[in-house]
Nanobody, 130 residues
């Protein structure tokens, strides 16, 4: 049984930082490319970052580039998203996604890939106040 569990969200003032974590019990973690997506109420889902299995390849959406950093620790089966210089427009539910058939790519971030068939968690809420 595979689980995806996100944590680390919260309420922060603009300019602040948060670090999200994602663990995936039951998943062969280092076989998977992983991604962070987010969705705000009434807004479309947005792919914001992805990383390949060995952590060498990373991609970012323009909206978060140079502010967010994705990383993974394959020994701990954990994915991270360090978020700095947070803005009110970063307010959203953040989801960790694992899809065996997707690779870290602009296409995956832009389309969501096989969203309904991917492993993903319940999300962690990030709220940034001005």
């Amino acid at each position: 049984q595979v689980e995806v569990v996100e944590s680390g969200g919260g309420l922060v003032q603009a300019g602040g930082s948060l670090r999200l974590s994602c663990t995936t019990p039951g998943l062969p973690f280092d076989d998977y490319d992983l991604a962070w997506f987010r969705q705000a109420p009434g807004e479309a889902r947005e792919g914001i970052s992805c990383i390949n299995p060995n952590g060498v390849t990373t991609l970012y959406a323009a909206s978060v580039k140079d502010r967010f950093t994705i990383s993974r620790d394959n020994r701990k089966n954990t994915l991270y998203l360090q978020m700095n210089s947070l803005k009110p427009e970063d307010t959203a539910m953040y989801y960790c996604v694992a899809d065996r058939y997707e690779h870290c790519s602009e296409s995956w971030l832009q389309t969501g890939g096989r969203w309904d068939f991917a492993y993903r968690g319940q999300g962690t809420q990030v709220t940034v106040t001005s």
